[in-house]
């Protein structure tokens, strides 16, 4: 099956900052990668996601890169703000079952 | 967007007693339901599947007698935690996709505290 990595694992950063975080992925038949936000006891929230037919996307502070070749995908959050602060995960799916990163908890510090 | 909606959003309950939680599609006909558990500060752990009309597939290590999953019918999954013990409890999400390879919905999430 799919296994997904995701580092690091914590992320403090000053606000106005950026803020990247990393995914690998096992399966090279994976097409479908969605990020997910979730604050403390609530449901995931998807952020963003790609597709494997595109390398890069941009959603206004929000972007996602795509290196199918290497495996791996990436988070960029542009200009931090105190309501980023949450648990990030990164997921991967040849189809429709996702496997899920290990989360980061991004704080961002004011 | 699609809503899937789940009950209860927190219970508890003592050792030993059964208890359900429902997963919802609001919106649309959802043929397949994924059941998650989450620990403190974890990632989503895949339960299992829950396909509409048939017998649901676990992943390794899932207890299926422990944990019955009903999928009757297309906007409605059922998971029972039966038998349930302290290390029972944890946060289970259940989700759903409109189709393959597309955004997934969650559900709002159950916190089962067993006593």
């Known amino acids: 099956g799919e296994n997904v990595e995701q580092h690091p694992s914590t992320l403090s950063v000053q606000e106005g900052d950026s803020a990247v975080i990393k995914c690998t992925y096992s399966?090279?038949?994976?097409?479908?990668f969605p990020w997910y936000k979730q604050e403390l006891g609530k449901r995931p929230q998807l952020i963003i996601d790609?597709?494997?037919?595109?390398g890069e996307k941009k959603d206004q502070r929000i972007a996602v890169t795509l290196n199918k070749t290497a495996k791996h995908f990436s988070l960029h959050i542009t200009e931090t703000q105190p309501e980023d602060s949450a648990v990030y995960f990164c997921?991967?799916?040849?189809?429709?079952?996702?496997?899920f990163g290990a989360g980061t908890t991004v704080t961002v510090r004011a | 967007g699609a809503v899937v909606s789940q009950h209860p959003s927190r219970v508890i309950c003592k050792s030993g007693t059964s208890v359900k939680i429902e997963c919802r599609s609001l919106?649309?006909?959802?043929?397949?339901m994924f059941w998650y558990r989450q620990f403190p500060k974890k990632s989503l752990m895949l339960m299992a599947t829950?396909?509409?009309?048939?017998?649901?597939?676990?992943e390794q290590g899932v207890e299926k007698d422990k944990f019955l999953i009903n999928h009757a019918s297309l906007t409605l999954s059922t998971l029972t935690v039966t038998s349930a013990h302290p290390e029972d409890s944890s946060f289970y999400i259940c989700?759903?996709?409109?189709?393959?390879?597309?955004?997934?919905?969650f559900g709002q999430g159950t916190r089962l505290t067993v006593v």
């Open positions: 829950s396909n509409e009309g048939s017998k649901a597939t676990y």
């Open positions: 997921a991967a799916t040849p189809g429709y079952k996702l496997s």
């Open positions: 399966d090279s038949a994976s097409n479908y």
């Open positions: 989700s759903a996709f409109l189709g393959g390879n597309t955004e997934a919905f």
């Open positions: 919106d649309f006909q959802a043929t397949t």
């Open positions: 790609i597709r494997s037919n595109v």
